[in-house]
């Protein structure tokens, strides 16, 4: 196996393979490690003392100054000497945000968690006998060691340049994967810290200066993948020899910055500026074979372009965009680590066959969604019109796939062939899961129950499609409540990325870890949440469009509303999203609200009186748009009247007069009250963690992706400024916006939202959640005493005190 970092070897015939090696997806981090970094920024220096420190994963009860423990990967650091000893003890876990850019120990040239017990020398610098400035930059995600890609592909690559045997080189990673790119930790640790100096110069240093204008030729060995500036490193070698199914891509914009290694002026020179454009605009990869016959080979950017790249990239890295993509990045990947479900050793079962029930709109879509992974479906309806209607269904959704291209009318026949039509239970034998997906009524679904558990064997999975239903009621008639898990899917099924898992207190972690699986199996995030009325998603945003009927109820134009959060980045405005759905669902829905969020609902007839006068939204063509085929939906004037009834009707107008709003104004009214649902949602510990609701809002409801998802953004509000918006909403027109505890609680405080709550002590490897930890509440739950960053002083007085007494 390759070290960490980067390894050369020599061969006899004079070539040198450059290795470069950072598990998972050799991501190209910059030099400086926040770990190793020691430093004095704050104080100049006074006294100097040698300082002998321990950095111990295992000892335990031994007396050492500063002690480093790793538990899994996450380094704790503590300060001070070991209680057990029965001398002053103290254990502070010191929190620091900045590293010096420079400086300090190198500890980039091995991996850390081999190693068991190692001793370093280091220069502390001291500015009074009694008062020791230490700086140490400390993430959980810190892959200290792993620090060291792009500065030992600089050193290694000078190197082989310098040896007289070495006549070629060649650059490849290791693990069967070329590189993931530029290590997105950093960009997160910059929205952090705001160090920019964290960013390499690695487009001209690097890539031009080294390997481009190198005296000898290096060739790319790209297998697995080479994306962002992997894919950039590959393109400043002479030339590019790939396996076939390697992923080759520039998808820097979905962390919204550009391609910072040159990649802007190469890729174009490469392949064309028609397929380099189609590659970074729409961040799309392609197969090394289509690379091949592209041309992916030989091409050279200027200095001048790149150095213009590079500081465009700079200022890119530091925008809110930015700063939104890259949380979004991380928190969708933090879904799939959930406590006590995938870190206690479970083993997923091999889920081959699902049965559906039901094979209306989304019964179908889920059944696509599972044959297009290679899933056997039996698809159960009560006739066989609707059967051949649901069938029909979904040949039509794979039809559209091969008509866009995206399939072949032999892998579509395929397909089809895995999906089978049943009238009865009688083939559910050898299913491994079921998922309900009739209407939202409760005895149907018991009755569904409690057949299904005679009908599979007791291993079988027995999963919900309910958007809103208490989980424990559909179960009630069961004697599986272990078995009985919700698969939330958004409509259209096949495609809107979002699972929602719903689990109850008895669902057992093995069901939950195998529908994760099947959710990632057939490509879709899968996040776990808690069983409540409307779950996580349709909780949180059931004030969307209730705030919508209160806004058109006070006046205000309602294709205005529209527009305002249309181009706040919503795909659609609640009122042509409420005549996308078709207004059943706000129906079946309406009362279930009004009962579980009793005092904070809004209840306005609008909708009745339009399905009186005919309309049902996109369904028939009519709603509060006009859908003709072939053209955008146009507002409909004549609602109007039908606006103005419901007005007379729920008689909330302040003096009588419609009410003048500004769009940020309607905006607040909107989105307020969807946070204000969130931070109850937070509170009762429905969601993981606060990052589960941001990827949930952006999956589920298309919230914008660049805004980083609901509770991000609300955060980059800030608590006190909603809570006083809500509180002066609430006095105006009552408690349907009356602030939560938990967003009263966190404006006094002045903390951020996305704070963990104490339930979820259990997970601390994200950085989302690392951040939290540095405000009061954030250390508290998760076990850590002592201040936040900013207070670092008293313990680090402590600390110091005792120190210079040891010496
Ligand atoms: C200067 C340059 O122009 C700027 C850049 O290069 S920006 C970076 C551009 N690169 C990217 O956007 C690639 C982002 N990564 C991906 O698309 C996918 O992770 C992938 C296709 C590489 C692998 O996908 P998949 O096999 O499904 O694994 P996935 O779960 O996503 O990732 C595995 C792990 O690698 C990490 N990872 C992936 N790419 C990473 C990167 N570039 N930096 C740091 N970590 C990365 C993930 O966070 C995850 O970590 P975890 O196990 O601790 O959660």
């Known amino acids: 196996m390759a070290k960490f970092g980067v390894s050369m070897e020599v061969g006899s015939d004079g070539v040198a393979v450059i290795t470069i090696s950072n598990p998972p997806v050799n991501a190209l981090a910059p030099a400086s490690n926040r770990l190793g970094s020691f430093s004095p920024p704050l104080h100049r220096l006074f006294l100097r003392y040698r300082i002998l420190i321990w950095f111990s994963p295992i000892v335990s009860g031994a007396l050492c100054l500063l002690r480093i423990s790793v538990p899994g990967m996450r380094p704790y650091v503590y300060a001070g000497f070991d209680s057990r000893l029965g001398r002053i003890g103290f254990h502070y876990p010191i929190f620091f945000r900045n590293a010096a850019p420079s400086g300090g120990v190198d500890l980039s040239s091995g991996c850390f968690l081999p190693i068991l017990d190692i001793g370093l020398e280091v220069l502390f610098d001291v500015r009074m006998p009694c008062f020791v400035v230490l700086e140490v930059l400390f993430d959980v995600r810190m892959y200290s060691f792993r620090g060291a890609v792009v500065d030992g592909l600089k050193k290694t690559y000078t190197e082989a340049m310098r040896r007289d045997d070495v006549k070629a080189i060649v650059l490849t990673g290791a693990s069967g994967k070329f590189s993931g790119g530029f290590d997105i930790n950093v960009f997160e640790e910059i929205h952090r810290t705001g160090q920019l100096s964290r960013l390499p110069d690695v ?133 799939s680590k959930v406590p006590k479900i995938s870190d206690i050793g479970l083993k997923p079962k091999n889920v081959k066959k699902v049965a559906v029930i039901g094979g209306g709109l989304m019964g179908s879509g889920i059944a696509t969604a599972l044959i297009q992974s290679n899933i056997s479906v039996l698809l159960k309806e009560v006739d066989s019109t609707y059967l051949q209607r649901g069938l029909k269904m979904i040949a039509a959704n794979l039809e559209g796939l091969v008509k866009k291209g995206a399939m072949t009318q032999d892998k579509m026949n395929k397909t089809l062939s895995l999906v089978k039509g049943v009238l009865d239970y009688s083939e559910f034998r050898d299913v491994d899961m079921v998922i ?48 009985i898990v919700g698969a939330h899917f958004f409509s259209p099924a096949h495609v809107m990325p979002l699972l929602e898992i719903v689990r109850t207190e008895k669902t057992s972690p093995q069901v939950i870890l195998d529908l994760m699986t099947v959710g990632k199996v057939i490509r879709k995030v899968p996040v776990v949440v808690g069983n409540c009325t409307g779950f996580a998603v349709n909780r ?268």
């Open 203 to 335: 487009s001209v240093e690097l890539v031009v200066d080294i390997i481009e204008e190198g005296k000898k030729p290096s060739v790319a060995a790209i297998q697995g993948l080479a994306l962002g500036g992997g894919l950039e490193l590959t393109m400043g070698c002479h030339a590019r020899i790939s396996t076939p199914n390697a992923q080759l891509g520039l998808p820097e914009l979905t962390l919204g910055v550009i391609p910072g290694f040159g990649g802007t002026q190469r890729l174009p020179r490469l392949v064309g500026l028609s397929k380099a454009i189609e590659m970074m605009l729409l961040s799309k990869s392609i197969s090394a074979k289509e690379g091949n016959k592209l041309g992916l080979i030989d091409a050279i950017a200027s200095h001048e372009e790149l150095l213009r790249e590079a500081k465009l990239f700079k200022e890119l890295v530091l925008s809110s965009t930015s700063k939104g993509l890259v949380h979004v990045f991380f928190a969708q990947r933090a879904t």
């Open 436 to 483: 309900e997906a009739v209407i939202e009524k409760v005895p149907l679904k018991q009755t569904i129950f409690s057949d299904i558990e005679k009908a599979c064997t007791p291993q079988c999975i027995l999963a919900t499609n309910t958007s809103t239903i208490d989980l424990n009621i559909v179960g009630a008639k069961t004697r599986s409540q272990d078995r």
């Open 540 to 807: 949180t945003f059931f004030p969307y469009s209730q705030a919508a009927h209160l806004l058109a109820n006070l006046g205000v134009d309602i294709f205005r509303v529209d527009r305002v959060i249309n181009s706040f980045g919503m795909p659609m405005g609640p009122f042509q999203l409420q005549d996308l759905a078709g207004y059943g669902v706000a129906f079946a829905v309406k009362k279930e609200y009004a009962v579980a969020f009793r005092g904070r609902t809004f209840e306005s007839e609008l909708l009745e009186l339009m399905a009186e006068s005919g309309r049902n939204g996109k369904n028939n063509g009519k709603g509060f748009y006009i859908y003709e085929k072939g053209s955008k939906p146009r507002p409909d004037p004549s609602v109007r009247s039908i606006i103005e009834e419901s007005i007379r009707r729920a008689n909330i107008l302040p003096g009588g007069k419609p009410v003048t709003l500004t769009d940020q104004e309607i905006l607040e009214m909107i989105f307020f009250p969807v946070v204000n649902e969130a931070c109850r949602v937070l509170d009762e510990g429905v969601v993981v963690r606060a990052s589960d609701l941001d990827i949930a809002s952006v999956l589920g409801m298309g919230f914008p992706r660049y805004r980083g998802g609901l509770v991000f953004w609300a955060d980059s509000i800030g608590a006190a400024y909603i809570h006083a918006s809500l509180s002066r909403l609430a006095e105006a027109y009552g408690s349907f916006f009356k602030p939560s505890p938990y967003l009263e609680e966190r404006a006094k405080k002045g903390m951020p939202l996305r704070d963990p709550p104490c339930a979820v002590t259990w997970f601390e490897s994200s950085p989302v959640v690392e951040e939290a930890a540095h405000t009061d509440t954030g250390a508290r739950c998760l076990g850590r005493r002592g201040p936040p960053l900013e207070g670092f002083i008293r313990p680090v007085w402590h600390f110091s005190s005792i120190f210079v007494s040891y010496l």
